[in-house]
């Protein structure tokens, strides 16, 4: 992709319309306006700190050509306000979706804006709310004239320096790699999970978390996701506050349906979806079926549902004895 000449970005002010203002989007507004460009911020939301009250305020307050970058939930909402924009906007206005859309979405709404002349860019986006402190890492998608045209509002909202940016490919391909990112994401959380949980098991480890704040400096294994995790534990170091559910935001689906879709082999990434589907669960009827099966075949014992707790709180030794509750 092209190389981005930075030195011309110096100084540019941009004026950006951003719709949505929640965590991600309200510390998106901040980071652009401590960087010198203009933002005015639209939220359906009256307790949002918003600039004007409607999408009709908000083109009304924009200077053509306009940029508008949305920042609200995937599916109906997105859809539904790039629409409104089409009939609002006209030629050479520029539409940015910068949220968790999948990339099968972003070819239909290009094609919708472009019969109106509008531009799209589908922008990937990932930093949490660790992002107005740290800069956001950007997957860019889309005419190579509209990123350009954008460059001064990435430059200010990535990270410092050469990385946190890139211009992966055509429309689609900025929210394709984000959603590859956050497969990866999920398989890495599993892996630190999954660690935590043998740790805490065995009675050899008397200190798990120090043990996890240990590797932050000169393993392999180092890395933002597992000092987040030293964090986590430091806060709450046997994890008594926390339930073990885990949601998806469809990323991961995505990723692994992908994957299928291109024959890639994609076990680790698979594997710590499902985990999160387990972590939903009560009881597992899976795991029913196994023990009903084992019964007719083995005439092994099978526990009723007031055994099974009762079991369990005698096998553990209550929650003071679980190897678990261990920090």
């Given at each position: 992709?092209?190389?981005?000449n930075?030195?011309?970005?110096e100084?540019v002010?941009?004026?950006?319309?951003?719709?949505?203002?929640g965590k991600?989007?309200g510390n998106?507004a901040?980071?652009?306006r401590?960087?010198?460009h203009?933002v005015?911020?639209?939220?359906?939301?009256?307790?949002?700190?918003?600039?004007?009250a409607?999408?009709?305020?908000?083109?009304?307050l924009l200077r053509?050509?306009?940029n508008?970058?949305?920042?609200?939930?995937?599916?109906?909402?997105?859809r539904q306000?790039?629409e409104t924009?089409?009939?609002?906007?006209v030629?050479d206005?520029?539409v940015?979706?910068?949220?968790?859309?999948?990339?099968?979405?972003?070819?239909?709404?290009?094609a919708?804006?472009?019969?109106f002349?509008?531009g799209?860019?589908?922008?990937?986006?990932?930093?949490?709310?660790?992002?107005?402190?740290?800069?956001?890492?950007?997957?860019?998608?889309?005419?190579?004239?509209?990123?350009r045209?954008?460059?001064p509002?990435?430059?200010?909202?990535k990270?410092?320096?050469?990385?946190?940016f890139?211009?992966a490919?055509?429309?689609g391909?900025?929210?394709f790699?984000?959603m590859?990112h956050n497969?990866?994401?999920?398989g890495m959380?599993?892996?630190?999970?999954?660690?935590?949980?043998?740790?805490a098991?065995?009675?050899?480890?008397?200190?798990v978390s120090?043990?996890f704040t240990?590797?932050?400096e000169g393993?392999v294994i180092?890395s933002w996701?597992?000092?987040?995790?030293v964090?986590?534990l430091e806060?709450?170091?046997?994890?008594e506050?926390?339930r073990?559910w885990?949601?998806?935001?469809?990323?991961?689906?995505?990723?692994v349906?992908a994957?299928?879709?291109?024959?890639?082999p994609?076990p680790v990434?698979?594997a710590?979806?499902?985990?999160?589907?387990?972590?939903?669960q009560?009881?597992?009827?899976?795991?029913k079926v196994?023990?009903?099966l084992?019964?007719?075949?083995g005439g092994?014992a099978v526990?009723?549902e007031?055994e099974?707790?009762?079991?369990?709180?005698h096998t553990?030794g209550?929650?003071?004895?679980?190897?678990?509750?261990r920090?």
């Open positions: 992709m092209a190389a981005w930075r030195g011309s970005m100084g002010t941009v004026q950006i319309g951003l719709i949505g203002l991600m989007g998106m901040e980071r652009l401590s960087g010198g203009e005015v911020g639209y939220d359906r939301s009256e307790a949002a700190p918003r600039d004007v409607s999408l009709e305020g908000l083109v009304e053509p050509p306009r508008i970058w949305v920042m609200v939930p995937a599916g109906d909402p997105t306000t790039i924009l089409g009939r609002l906007l030629p206005d520029l940015i979706d910068g949220g968790n859309s999948k990339y099968t979405d972003d070819p239909a709404h290009a919708l804006l472009a019969d002349g509008i799209y860019l589908d922008v990937g986006v990932s930093g949490g709310v660790w992002g107005l402190q740290n800069g956001y890492a950007l997957m860019v998608g889309g005419d190579p004239k509209y990123v045209r954008m460059m509002v990435f430059e200010v909202l990270p410092p320096g050469d990385y946190g890139v211009h490919g055509p429309v391909a900025g929210h790699t984000k590859v497969g990866i994401e999920y959380m599993q892996a630190y999970a999954e660690g935590y949980e043998l740790l098991a065995h009675p050899l480890v008397e200190n120090g043990t240990s590797w932050r393993t180092r996701l597992l000092d987040l995790m964090r986590a806060a709450d170091p046997k994890m506050q926390v073990g885990a949601e998806d935001s469809g990323e991961g689906r995505w990723t349906e994957a299928i879709d291109n024959a890639v994609m990434i698979t710590a979806l499902f985990a999160r589907f387990a972590s939903r009560q009881d597992s009827p899976a795991m196994v023990a009903a084992r019964n007719q075949f092994h526990l009723a007031t099974k707790h009762e079991e369990k709180r553990t209550g929650d003071e004895a679980h190897p678990a509750a920090g």
